[in-house]
């Protein structure tokens, strides 16, 4: 009786808190995934050089926008810290010197894609038309990269605060504005038409169809208002009132930006890495043909999206471990983490089952094609089997942000992606089981990724053991 009493009362309210704190963070990662969809669906229906130009521009500027997100992610753990030793007055200072470092990365982020793109395409090999194209639509992104820099800080603080809601209404502030942007600026006056009918002003018939110009322009908009809406509500909001966050301006401290580079910097660069990861393993693959190529790509696709809730999690946890933490609390705080884990392992259960049960609708909706949905049916089997690792390495991850513990996780995150998960991929992929067995192909890269990802999670479960131990 005391084992279940001890659950109803320790470990039942701190899973419903973490839960209630990850779901608005899973809905805006959808929110803000979304917007890349739409502008993905609506530049394809107007022609396929803007198609192309998007989804190339498109894997030049999210991975720079994910490197920012993750550096800006270490003001998280920063503010649950001082919240939870109620030293609010310390939380104003820090969060500026988060702002200061999220306004001089967007601008080199808008500086790279303003002038360093071409050659780049160049080297890709990508056609004239589809690289000036591309080159059109990050001009345009780039006036939004400081804003969505800015937001990514502004987010980082209030979830550190315990409000993750605010990310999820004003993400899905940034995908309403998003679509009709996009008709507008992507189809010209057809697209008004589109939107209200025959009703439309003559003049604004004559609006340009700007393509794929256009959505970039879209997307620079949209992030500016979802900077402008977070700095709004978190200036007016009841929950942030004792932090008094706009009262006035802190100037650049080179202590707050040291103590925030050096906990985020590390976070920033294993994202990085997870995301090239997955960069190149399309590249190695891309020689195999297109069903294969086709294969891979919707089994991705699909998986990511269900990594939305263990990811979520993981941001959740680093709030809980760091609240905790800051109160000094250090046996609660290692409770915690090792709860969330526990909960972790349920999602990947939750997760796996999903995944396998509609994994043939899910496949039909993406192809016809009986060949690519063989192959991705047979992709997915694996994928499956890699929920648990996947969910496990994340929030494990996820704990020791909580921490402050960011370095270790960027070593093992690059040792176990790059060097057991891609390394020993493509040698499945491309030479087989010496002795045993051909080349593995796409299933060769697969098994590399679930292998990759169990080292992650050992090594990562290990250092978790140890620093709550220290601490």
Known sequence: MSGFANIKTTYWPETRALILLA?????????????????VMMTGRYNATSLAAVSVGASLWMPLMLFITGTLMGLTPIVAHLLG????????????????VALVLGIIAAILLRTSVMPIFEWMEVPTQVAQESAAYLSAVAFGMPGIALFQALRAFSDGMNHTRPSLWISLIGLAINIPANYLLIYGGDGLVDLFGNGVPENLLQLPALGAFGCGIATAISMWTMTLAMMFYTRRGRAYKGVSLWERLTLPQLSGIKELIVVGMPIGVAIFVEVTLFTLIALFIASLGEVTVGAHQIALSYTSILFMLPLSLSMALTVRVGNTLGQNRLSLARQVAWNGVVVSILIAAFNSLFLWLTARPVIALYTSNPEIQALTLSIIALAVIFQLSDSLQVNLAGALRGYKDTRIVMVITVLSYWIVGLGGGHWLG???????????????YWIGLIVGLSTATVLLGWRLKWISRQE
């Open 23 to 39: 779901l608005p963070i899973c809905g805006a990662q959808l929110a803000q995934a979304g917007m890349s969809v739409v502008d």
């Open 85 to 100: 030793g109620k030293r609010n007055d310390a939380i104003r200072p820090a969060v500026h010197q988060g702002l200061w």
């Open 430 to 444: 491309t030479h087989g089981i010496n002795g045993v067995s051909e080349p593995l192909g796409v299933h060769g």
